[in-house]
């Protein structure tokens, strides 16, 4: 693997970074998110861990602005400004009918177009989702029927969905969930090949920890609050780690 040149983890005064202070989510009765502090800059891969229940989809609904939350959250580029967050966002396997006829280049038309799909796409928006699917090495699947797609297949679909127009940021909920070893693997390496190439932020949330330490500059505990926050070995030998996810000791990476 080419190394990557990490951003500092501290200085946010010259690199671009999405801030999350004081965030805190209550549902009814209940803290479900209770002051979270996140920084998160350009470049960086941060794997967002934590047992079921701890909070972790609701923290990315609060970013996607689908949650209602006390705190705040921000976005400055390189030179300091504060500008408007780009987000893209691929949602945890969603389910789509095995017989569904509608195809990755319907789908892509209809979220990324301004014609309705009746009448038809003209030939810019084929050659355009040819585009987009090469960020995925998936020019291939144009045609395909979205209910045929494998569960990499989709995957590599909405992830070339998120990415146009390239984000700031990337969100993944549970990318690893369902795939097998070797699909893993070909995810980690196409996401760490896509931050490098467009510089861009990726937070995925994770239960699979093996990936971590080759793929993540950081990596964020939390159930409810943020439990603990550093490099993939120092959180994953940590007490709280090990006291998070009930195992006698820390875990070995
Ligand atoms: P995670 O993604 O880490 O598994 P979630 O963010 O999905 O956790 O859930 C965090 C907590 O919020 C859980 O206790 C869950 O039951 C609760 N929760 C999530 N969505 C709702 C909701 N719409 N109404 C009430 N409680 C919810
Ligand atoms: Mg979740």
């Given at each position: 693997?080419?190394?990557?040149?990490?951003k500092?983890a501290?200085?946010?005064?010259?690199?671009?970074?999405?801030?999350?202070?004081?965030?805190?989510?209550?549902?009814?009765?209940?803290?479900?998110?209770?002051?979270v502090?996140?920084?998160?800059?350009?470049?960086?891969?941060?794997?967002?861990?934590?047992?079921?229940?701890?909070?972790?989809?609701?923290?990315?609904?609060?970013?996607?602005?689908?949650?209602?939350?006390?705190?705040?959250?921000?976005?400055?580029?390189e030179?300091?400004?504060?500008?408007?967050?780009?987000?893209?966002?691929?949602?945890?396997?969603?389910?789509?009918?095995?017989?569904?006829?509608?195809?990755?280049?319907?789908?892509?038309?209809?979220?990324?177009?301004?014609?309705?799909?009746?009448?038809?796409?003209?030939?810019?928006?084929?050659?355009?989702?040819?585009?987009?699917?090469?960020?995925?090495?998936?020019?291939?699947?144009?045609?395909?029927?979205?209910?045929?797609?494998?569960?990499?297949?989709?995957?590599?679909v909405?992830?070339?969905?998120?990415?146009?127009?390239?984000?700031?940021?990337?969100?993944l909920?549970?990318?690893?969930?369902?795939?097998?070893?070797?699909?893993?693997?070909?995810?980690?390496q196409?996401?760490?090949?896509?931050?490098?190439?467009?510089?861009?932020?990726?937070?995925?949330?994770?239960?699979?920890?093996s990936?971590?330490?080759?793929?993540?500059?950081?990596v964020?505990?939390?159930?409810?609050?943020?439990?603990?926050?550093?490099?993939?070995?120092?959180?994953?030998?940590?007490?709280?780690?090990?006291?998070?996810?009930?195992?006698?000791?820390?875990?070995?990476?």
């Open positions: 693997m080419i190394p990557y040149i990490r500092p501290g200085d946010c005064e010259h690199a671009c970074c999405l801030k999350i202070e004081h965030l805190s989510v209550r549902m009814g009765q209940e803290a479900i998110l209770e002051d502090n996140l920084h998160m800059h350009c470049g960086q891969m941060v794997a967002l861990i934590g047992p079921n229940g701890a909070g972790k989809s609701t923290l990315i609904r609060s970013i996607l602005g689908q949650q209602e939350y006390e705190g705040a959250i921000s976005f400055h580029d030179g300091g400004k504060n500008t408007r967050l780009r987000i893209g966002y691929v949602p945890q396997s969603p389910a789509f009918d095995r017989g569904d006829p509608v195809s990755v280049l319907d789908l892509f038309a209809c979220c990324i177009g301004r014609r309705p799909a009746f009448l038809g796409f003209r030939r810019p928006m084929r050659e355009k989702v040819l585009r987009c699917l090469a960020n995925v090495r998936g020019e291939a699947l144009i045609d395909k029927r979205i209910g045929a797609l494998s569960g990499g297949e989709l995957q590599r909405l992830l070339a969905l998120a990415l146009e127009p390239i984000p700031n940021i990337l969100i909920d549970e990318p690893l969930s369902g795939v097998d070893v070797e699909g893993m693997e070909t995810l980690m196409m996401l760490d090949e896509i931050r490098r190439r467009f510089d861009l932020s990726i937070l995925m949330t994770t239960h699979d920890f990936m971590l330490e080759r793929y993540c500059d950081r964020v505990l939390m159930q409810s609050r943020i439990l603990r926050q550093g490099t993939p070995l120092d959180v994953l030998n940590s007490d709280e780690f090990a006291a998070a996810f009930h195992m006698g000791g820390g875990a070995r990476a």
